[in-house]
């Protein structure tokens, strides 16, 4: 397995020193991921579906992207279509899915959502659907799926959760979930922003009808993904033009078309996954291989973490405590004695970026009784951070935190 070396040599942002801990809201890319779209960009920035060359292959590097994108999501006979951000994808989901409800129709939300699972299904208010809040612990800020069953009625349609919450950081129990909505006949939609870098997907096997993720999060460009369930995407019209083809189900998703070049770069993540597993190839072997590289480099830095702000007086984990099985190296936090503005500043002055607020979790804060503005401040780990660059943190965060 590659050292912490090896791996952080192929992030050229890396190697002027500054600490990016700050991955939940958009990782690094590796060099050769930039280089790709460079390439792209020089030798084949022409549009889809020509029968001249660079054409063909234009058309080619977007296939297999799909294709890459379905294997590392685990989405055997599903479907996946790609576009700028979960939250222009789950929103053309939640305007499909609103062409189907009938008055009266209830969506089942979970407030611990990042807001781009919550609101497209407030938006179907207006067609008369009802949105029923399904409400997180208020000590940890995590669901308990056998809450759902106070909340489903024969009249739900939508149970829409995070496959982790981007505050919290810890896996929730989508399979218990999905479980519960689809004995009362509904639609489970899936965010896995927060859990698809740290831990491999398994969408096809998680109960999810549809599944989204943000390849910028993931080491890649400025890309996202929608899996869904191939009967579930079929019977949605999709938002691309009327006049185009239905088939293959993909394009009536991607209005507009596709970043060819993002898709390009997204190839190469590959790359770097098979380079964590010590493999030549990125296949499904290979991905279990780097989910496990992945899972043991961040476990260090992230225990160092969680151990230094359990000894801060006044000092309040929003989430697990301490490492377990489904804890993700996302760790949000709040002070009674100093202000996350602060603590973010004297972070910066010491060349460690990390950020405070509601990181789109907006319902979620005022639902754990806190400012949203304000918020929690965190730090989002990623494989490529050390446990010296959490050591530099907790010696620029010691003096305020005590």
């Known amino acids: 397995m590659p050292s912490p070396e090896e791996v952080r040599a192929r992030f050229p942002s890396l190697a002027a020193g500054f600490a990016f801990l700050d991955n939940a809201g958009g990782a690094q890319v590796p060099g050769t991921v930039a280089d790709a779209v460079r390439r792209y960009m020089e030798e084949t920035y022409v549009q889809v579906g020509g029968r001249y060359p660079q054409s063909l292959r234009a058309t080619d590097t977007v296939e297999r992207a799909r294709e890459f994108t379905a294997m590392l999501m685990g989405g055997q006979g599903g479907v996946v279509a790609l576009g700028p951000s979960t939250s222009v994808l789950l929103r053309h989901l939640g305007d499909a899915i609103g062409l189907t409800l009938r008055p009266g129709d209830e969506l089942v939300v979970a407030e611990s959502n990042h807001e781009a699972n919550i609101g497209p299904w407030v938006r179907l208010e207006r067609l008369g659907a009802k949105v029923v809040w399904w409400q997180p612990d208020p000590d940890t800020g995590l669901l308990r799926a056998e809450d759902l069953d106070g909340l489903l009625t024969d009249r739900t349609r939508v149970v829409a959760l995070p496959h982790a919450s981007n505050i919290p950081g810890e896996e929730e129990d989508l399979a218990g979930a999905a479980a519960r909505a689809h004995a009362a006949g509904a639609l489970v939609v899936a965010d896995g922003v927060a859990y698809a870098p740290h831990r491999r997907m398994r969408v096809a096997d998680s109960g999810a009808d549809f599944y989204a993720f943000s390849c910028y999060k993931v080491f890649g460009p400025h890309l996202a993904a929608l899996w869904g369930r191939r009967e579930a995407m079929e019977g949605l019209a999709g938002p691309n033009h009327f006049f185009l083809p239905k088939e293959p189900v993909s394009h009536r998703w991607e209005l507009g078309g596709v970043d060819h070049e993002a898709c390009a770069g997204w190839l190469e993540v590959a790359g770097h996954l098979a380079f964590l597993a010590g493999r030549e190839v990125c296949d499904a072997a290979a991905l279990d291989a780097a989910y496990k590289e992945i899972r043991r480099l961040e476990a260090e830095p992230m225990a160092l973490l969680l ?96």
């Open 307 to 402: 151990d230094f702000l359990k000894a801060r007086p006044g000092v309040s984990i929003v989430g697990p405590r301490s490492l377990g099985p489904g804890r993700l190296p996302t760790v949000s936090f709040v002070s009674r004695r100093v202000a996350n503005r602060d603590l973010v500043d004297a972070a910066a002055r010491a060349g460690l970026g990390i950020k405070h607020g509601h990181f789109y979790a907006y319902r979620l804060m005022e639902s754990l009784g806190l400012e949203p503005n304000e918020g929690v401040t965190r730090v989002s780990l990623a494989h490529y951070n050390t446990a010296a660059e959490v050591s530099r943190l907790c010696e620029a965060l010691d003096p305020l935190l005590g």
